[in-house]
């Protein structure tokens, strides 16, 4: 276990309503955590007049200062979370407007990947609560025009949507060929076990690190990620798993030989190194 690289691959770190980058690298790292995969948080957690490139800004300086201050590696994505564009339409705002302005906040993404600021475009998507039809086709062409950005700068995006299946991950891969961009490259956040090509269609599902998940995952392969949707909000600690949790999961079933070496590695650092094109061998 002292030299298997662990790898959350969907952790936020939020200092004005939780106990921001520094604390939670901290614990992750005392835990056995080395890769933090950190994707920005929504505006309206920032503040209310924050805009989607301040929310991008941010976290690309909350990654810095991990990597500074902590012995921990962490990464950045930047988008839009598809919240945001609900929020935009409540608020009154055009549904033309409203989508221009998502694009332009992907558009921001794409050029912060190119500067080597993010390793990829995310949590982009669809909501996981009911919209109208006409909202759902606004979110569904962005996750396209997402998909063609990351396709330009070769980089990975990350989905967040409703709880997803053969039929959802069937429907976003055939998006991803429509954009040109890798299937694997597709990032499935907070999935179930869909571990068998017949089940995500060649995307990648990032499996969130309860015990039941990564043990039904695993007995049919070791071709995902892990990740726990860490939130670093005091209001709602329990609302997902701690900051602690992928490395202690990855510990536990180790120790019970549930997970073999291979398999850690295989989770922890090649297919990070694969999905998003980064090379984690000197850590
Ligand atoms: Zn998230």
């Known amino acids: 276990m002292e030299n298997i690289l662990v790898t959350d691959n969907h952790i936020h770190v939020d200092p004005i309503n939780g106990e921001g980058p520094i604390e939670v690298a901290k614990k992750f790292q005392r835990a056995g955590g080395n890769v933090m995969i950190i994707p920005n948080k929504p505006t309206w957690t ?29 990464f950045a994505m930047v988008g839009a979370h598809p919240a945001e564009l609900s929020r935009l339409i409540k608020e009154g705002i055009s549904l033309k407007n409203a989508e221009d302005m998502m694009r332009d906040a992907l558009h921001n993404a794409q050029k912060l990947v190119s500067e080597g600021k993010a390793i990829g475009i995310g949590e982009i998507g669809r909501p996981h609560y009911e919209v109208s039809t006409e909202e759902l086709e606004i979110h569904n062409k962005l996750i396209l025009y997402a998909m063609e950005l990351a396709a330009e700068v070769e980089c990975a995006v990350q989905l967040h949507t409703e709880t997803s299946g053969e039929k959802q991950f069937s429907e976003f891969a055939k ?11 597709v990032v499935k956040h907070f999935s179930g076990p869909s ?50 949790t992928v490395p202690r999961r990855t510990r536990e079933l180790l120790r019970n030989e549930t997970l073999t070496e291979e398999d850690a590695y295989k989770i922890h650092v090649e297919n990070v190194e694969k999905v998003y094109g980064i090379d984690l061998s000197n850590l």
Do not use: W
């Open 46 to 74: 920032i503040g209310v007049s924050c805009s989607f490139q301040e929310a991008m800004e941010q976290v690309i300086k909350y990654v810095d200062k991990i990597n500074i201050n902590t012995d921990v590696n962490a």
């Open 175 to 185: 998006m991803a060929d429509e954009s040109g961009m890798d299937r694997y490259k």
């Open 195 to 244: 571990i068998l090509e017949e089940e995500n269609h060649g995307l990648k599902p990032s499996l969130i690190a309860t015990r039941k998940v990564i043990i039904e995952g695993l007995k049919k392969g070791n071709d995902f990620l892990m990740e726990t949707d860490y939130l670093d909000m005091n209001s709602r600690p329990g609302a997902v798993l701690g900051p602690k």
